[in-house]
């Protein structure tokens, strides 16, 4: 039984409850990627060249030390369609707030409203750099670059407390790791591993 308990203690949890976590994670998705990996298979509205999307909010994520809860029972009231859909400036749609909301939101110890009001506080604390909106053509980035812009266009932010990821070769999410006032702190080892490959694929904002 010993390899259980080693598999639990790593994975942490199934459930927080009362603010029962370490910190958070704050993933920004380079909504070009995701939109070209799988928004535009489901004729996504975040995809729409009309909407401008670069750099968005999919979510902020109650953290242990090592793991994560999720899923968690909560007494809060889940959130309207309309709270929801007021997400979707920083976040590309309602449905993803929603989806973050249950899988995030119900563990951080918050009601709907304040979980998406530090969502949002959150966001708009971290300066995207734009150079990233001034791509224009898909290139081949190293994702320590991508992870210097944040840094730099960030002094207060610390180099351990950020990660970029790739999925399918592409550039896919740069994460920041904040304490629950949203200042920032390092990482967590479980969520250091950065995007191994020399160099990722960054389409343009369309």
Same mark, same amino acid.
């Not at 995809?47 to 994520?61: I, N, R, S």
């Not at 995207?128 to 320590?144: D, M, N, T």
């Given at each position: 039984?010993?390899?259980?308990? &080693? ?9 927080? =409850? ?6 958070? #994670?704050? &993933? ?16 996504? *509205? ?12 999919? @979510? /902020?994520?109650? =953290?242990? *030390?090592? @793991?994560?809860?999720? $899923? ?19 976040? +590309?749609? @309602? +449905? ?8 995030? @939101? ?17 966001? *708009? ?8 909106? =001034?791509?224009? !053509? ?7 670059? %991508? ?10 932010? /610390?180099?351990?407390? #950020?990660? %970029? ?6 550039? !896919?999410?740069?994460?920041?790791? /904040?304490?629950?006032? /949203? ?6 080892? $479980?969520? =250091?591993?950065?995007? &191994? ?7 343009? %904002?369309?």
């Amino acid at each position: 039984m010993r390899w259980l308990a &080693a598999l639990l203690l790593i994975a942490g949890p199934a459930n927080a =409850q009362d603010n029962d976590f370490d910190y958070y #994670v704050m &993933a920004l998705s380079w909504s070009p990627s995701w939109c070209a990996l799988e928004g535009d298979a489901r004729d996504a *509205e975040q995809c729409d060249p009309a909407e401008d999307f670069g750099f968005t909010l999919h @979510g /902020l994520w109650p =953290q242990f *030390e090592t @793991g994560y809860p999720s $899923d968690c029972r909560t007494s809060a009231r889940d959130p309207s369609r309309r709270e929801t859909a007021a997400m979707a400036d920083i976040m +590309g749609s @309602g +449905g993803l707030a929603w989806h973050q909301w249950k899988k995030h @939101g119900r563990c951080s110890g918050l009601s709907s409203r304040a979980y998406f009001e530090a969502s949002r506080t959150a966001y *708009e604390s971290i300066s995207r750099p734009a150079l990233f909106r =001034q791509i224009e !053509q898909e290139l081949r980035v190293p994702p320590k670059v %991508v992870e210097e812009a944040f840094l730099e266009a960030n002094p207060s932010l /610390l180099g351990a407390g #950020v990660t %970029v990821t790739c999925r399918a070769g592409r550039i !896919q999410e740069v994460r920041i790791c /904040l304490n629950k006032d /949203l200042s920032p702190r390092i990482c967590g080892r $479980d969520v =250091q591993r950065d995007c &191994a490959a020399p160099s990722a694929a960054m389409p343009p %904002v369309r």
